[in-house]
């Protein structure tokens, strides 16, 4: 074919339909990136190519922080840990109106920085903090719509493996984009816990006051939670502080998680084999999701079609606010759809190039990117975190799940308008670390 351009638009079509024939994601991004680079250069130098990219990717130190920080959020599951920092949030706020549901989100936010995955944190609450809350008199929807909006916060609070994955493709420092991505983590709580306050004070029965927790009641849920802070807080302010590299960082809080599992007697050979599995397994699909989009993305990459993209938007005349505009719906679309590393990689070949054009920062962007991704997780018709949560909580109506992320997209969409008008909320921190 003659036309590059129109070779990666029918690669573009090739991927989706695949994916809509259930291939793996990462399995179609690289057969379509591998057959439209030999229908340029040959076959010879496309299967060469593909060895290439996966030698480099399976090579790369940056990328074993995955495996480590997967191996650490499993730990961190068996020992239960989740449970503690849920039962610690409860006795500090529990009693307050809405505080069940604060609670939840600080949990999530917590067990985010041990977990990195958002869907894994909302199937994690909705075991861990959805029956406390429906027996408590919540109303089902809020209750399941709450779990699913704090899911989200795992995949922007570090360890995020987007944030790896993002930083790979990017070719940013991992620890540049953790450090960045705090303060906007930080404005998600608060906001998320205003939501609720002006939520439950407008709808006071969908949210019963609880009964105050006693000091000792306290001290006792402190003393079952501090482990699962200080595995947050050694993860995070280690690399924060240049203590550690991503990678050291990663490795340390799967040994500690390991060792608060082995000494609270929660990890037989069965679940030690269990955890093994299935961070395994995890590790092979971001690994197959990663190689396949640096293959489609070499294959754009030579077809130039992100230079033909950057070069139409400039044509078209159209302002850039109003293109990034475009860019955040297609975005929240593309989250609604697919999970939070599909939606993010199939897109990042063509729109990174884009917005680095206007002059923008890759890192700002990459927070930005993330935060889009959280919004489409909660959007119907295909949330993927409201799916999770449907499937913990079958009896609950999927349409009472969405009636309840309201109040969270409301303040979703308070959080995306102020990190795109002040960039310099995700750039202060890393410039003042450095």
């Known amino acids: ?122 199937a994690t609450f909705g075991k861990a903090s959805l029956p406390s809350m429906l027996s408590r008199g919540y109303d089902p929807g809020f209750a399941a719509g709450t779990v699913a909006s704090g899911g989200t916060l795992g995949i922007l609070i570090p360890p995020s493996s987007v944030m790896v994955i993002y930083a790979v493709l990017a070719q940013e420092l991992i620890v540049t984009m953790y450090v960045a991505a705090l303060l906007p983590a930080l404005i998600a709580i608060v906001l998320y816990f205003t939501a609720i306050y002006f939520y439950t004070h407008w709808r006071p029965l969908h949210a019963p006051i609880g009964t105050k927790a006693t000091a000792a009641e306290r001290w006792r849920a402190a003393g079952q939670g501090w482990q699962v ?20 960082a990663a490795a340390v809080g799967a040994a500690l998680a390991f060792l608060f599992a082995y000494f609270r007697r929660k990890l037989s050979m069965a679940g030690l084999r269990q955890v093994m599995t299935s961070t395994a397994s995890t590790s092979a699909m971001i690994y197959v999701l990663i190689i396949g989009a640096s293959l489609f993305g070499y294959f754009a990459a030579v077809t130039q079609a992100p230079q033909a993209l950057i ?46 054009s206007w002059g923008f920062d890759p890192v700002w962007w990459g927070v930005v990117n993330v935060v889009i991704i959280e919004i489409g997780m909660l959007c119907p018709p295909l949330g993927m975190n409201v799916f999770v949560v449907h499937g913990v909580a079958k009896s609950i109506p999927l349409s009472a799940i969405y009636r309840g992320v309201t109040p969270y997209l409301l303040a979703n969409g308070i959080r995306l308008a102020i990190l795109m008008a002040f960039p310099i909320i995700s750039l202060w921190l890393p410039a003042a670390l450095k």
Request: charged letters at 5%.
């Open 229 to 248: 802070i200080l595995l947050a807080c050694a993860v995070v302010g280690g690399m924060a502080f240049g203590v550690f590299t991503a990678t050291e």
């Open 311 to 356: 070069e139409a938007v400039q044509a078209s005349g159209a302002p850039v606010w109003l293109a990034l505009c475009i860019i955040v719906v297609l975005f929240i679309i593309a989250g609604a759809f697919f999970d939070e590393m599909a939606a993010m990689v199939v897109t990042l070949p063509f729109v990174l190039p884009l917005v680095m």
């Open 1 to 122: 074919m003659n036309d590059p351009a129109m070779l990666t638009v029918l690669g573009l079509v090739l991927t989706f339909v695949l994916v809509l024939l259930h291939v793996p994601i990462g399995v179609a991004m690289g057969i379509a990136g591998v057959g439209g680079f030999a229908l340029i250069a040959g076959w010879s130098p496309a299967l060469a190519m593909m060895a290439s990219e996966a030698a480099s990717t399976f090579s790369s130190l940056d990328l074993l922080t995955i495996p480590f920080f997967v191996l650490m959020g499993a730990f961190a599951n068996v020992a239960g840990l989740s449970e503690d920092l849920y039962r610690l949030a409860y006795a500090l706020i529990g009693h307050k109106r809405g505080g069940l549901a604060m609670a939840t989100v600080g949990g999530c936010a917590g067990f985010g920085a041990v977990c990195g995955s958002s869907v894994a944190t909302a």
